[in-house]
């Protein structure tokens, strides 16, 4: 039986502004399943950071860690609305993503899927312009 093995998020540069002062970024969250194939379970997702003055090259202020910790959140559960509590809105992201697994034919647990290693992967375009 086909498992999931882990989730990665992929990083890249979005095709809209990126300079010193502004970074775009898409990211696509992926589960990588034991018979190597991989299933894409959200690629609508990015955001963006501008750093604020004169001269000021955001590049200087953003990490890599940064990055991967912001598309972790980014991919992750949204916040809660509506009066609806953090816990209820997890369930509903990772119940979410494992019904799409099932359609896949891949079933899984959505608390297990919570639990699994998530990588997160930057492209090079991405890493070249930290560097």
Known sequence: MTAVTRL????????????????SVSAR????LTDGRRV???DD????????GT?????AYTSVEDIERTARTVVGPDEPMDGETEEQMAAAHWGA????LGRQ????????LERLPHDVVLSERLRAWLA
């Open 29 to 32: 969250l992926e589960a990588v």
């Open 45 to 52: 997702r990015g955001w963006s950071s501008t750093a604020h």
């Open 105 to 112: 034919g891949v079933e899984v647990d959505a608390h297990e």
């Open 8 to 23: 990665v998020t992929h990083v890249d540069l979005d095709d809209g502004p990126t300079d010193t002062r502004q970074l």
């Open 40 to 42: 894409v379970l959200l």
């Open 55 to 59: 001269g000021v090259d955001i590049r």
């Open 97 to 100: 993503l494992a019904g799409l």
